[in-house]
């Protein structure tokens, strides 16, 4: 079992910065794949960023391409997503997951994949 506690989220205006903090316990997180999805009110939750295990192989969703970025720190347990730029169709619910992966460079882009889910952190970005 790995536990995942999201934490950063908050108000910021548009055009501003936040960064999400995704804490794990539990089994060896070094070897879990880990993303963050979001989900905004009466929509569908959607990946936002993926990273590997190695921290070697990333993945993000077009509308946040060159904006946000995800990040892991192993040693510490805890991947971060960087989110610059901030737009209000950003605000949601951002939710940390992880799934196990033997290959050190898969990243998991598709919900289904993921095992493992915290609570979600809100972000609400005002115009």
């Known amino acids: 079992q790995v536990q995942l506690v999201e934490s950063g989220g908050g108000l910021v205006q548009a055009g501003g910065s936040l960064r999400l903090s995704c804490a794990a316990s539990?089994?060896?997180?070094?070897?879990?794949?880990t993303g963050w999805f979001r989900q905004a009110p009466g929509k569908e939750r959607d990946i936002v960023a993926a990273?590997?295990?190695?921290?070697?192989?990333?993945f993000y969703a077009d509308s946040v391409k060159g904006r946000f970025t995800i990040s892991r720190d192993n040693a510490k347990n805890t991947v971060y997503l960087q989110m610059n730029s901030l737009k209000p169709e950003d605000t949601a619910v951002y939710y940390c997951?992880?799934?196990?992966?033997?290959?050190?460079?898969?990243?998991?882009?598709?919900?289904?994949?993921?095992?493992?889910w915290g609570q979600g952190t809100q972000v609400t970005v005002s115009s």
């Open positions: 997951a992880a799934a196990y992966t033997y290959s050190s460079s898969n990243y998991l882009s598709q919900m289904s994949a993921y095992d493992f």
């Open positions: 990273i590997s295990w190695s921290g070697g192989s990333t």
């Open positions: 539990g089994r060896t997180f070094s070897r879990y794949a």
